[in-house]
């Protein structure tokens, strides 16, 4: 798939068929997640594969859009490092542009794909880091939903808004 036309033809898909999606791929979509631009190039983030449902079922109890897990062949959480951040502020940031890597990447792949947001939820930031165990240090970001999908969105709303755009002063 083109790489601009991927941009403009990624959505998020909640509906997912029975089909398996190898391990090695998720790893691969991870890898595209680690070439995304990081301030000063940390890099600090850490990624937790999710393929456990009693794992879905609980992340569903505490996070009110999730309901699509239990359909779901895997969970990505991008978790970012306090340590390895430039400063604190910046480790969401990351995360944000890793996160985008992977759906565009699951996109090309053929897969479907939906970010879930936990940060900057205080509540759902501390029940997945209660639930994966998460090391003081570390924050997860996001969730990313992930399986072969069982919806075609064919439309491609007109998003370009020429009038939020400014040069040189607003």
Not at 102 to 128: N, T
């Amino acid at each position: 798939m083109d790489l601009l036309n991927g941009i403009l033809t990624r959505r998020s898909i909640r509906k997912y068929t029975d089909n398996a999606i190898p391990q090695d791929k998720v790893e691969k979509l991870i890898s595209y997640g680690m070439y995304a631009p990081s301030a000063r190039n940390r890099q600090p983030w850490h990624f937790v594969i999710l393929n456990d449902k009693d794992i879905f079922l609980k992340i569903e109890e505490f996070h009110p859009y999730a309901k699509m897990l239990k359909h779901a062949q895997w969970g990505i959480v991008v978790c970012f490092d306090e340590q390895l951040a430039h400063t604190p502020e910046y480790g969401p940031v990351d995360c944000a542009a890793a996160t985008q890597n992977i759906l565009l990447a699951a996109h090309g792949m053929g897969y479907g794909a939906v970010w879930l947001g936990i940060y900057p939820r205080p509540e759902r930031a501390a029940a997945m880091k209660n639930l994966l165990e998460l090391p003081p240090h570390i924050h997860a970001f996001s969730l990313i939903s992930l399986g072969c999908p069982d919806q075609n969105i064919s439309e491609h709303p007109e998003r370009f808004i020429p009038e939020r755009i400014h040069i040189n002063k607003w």
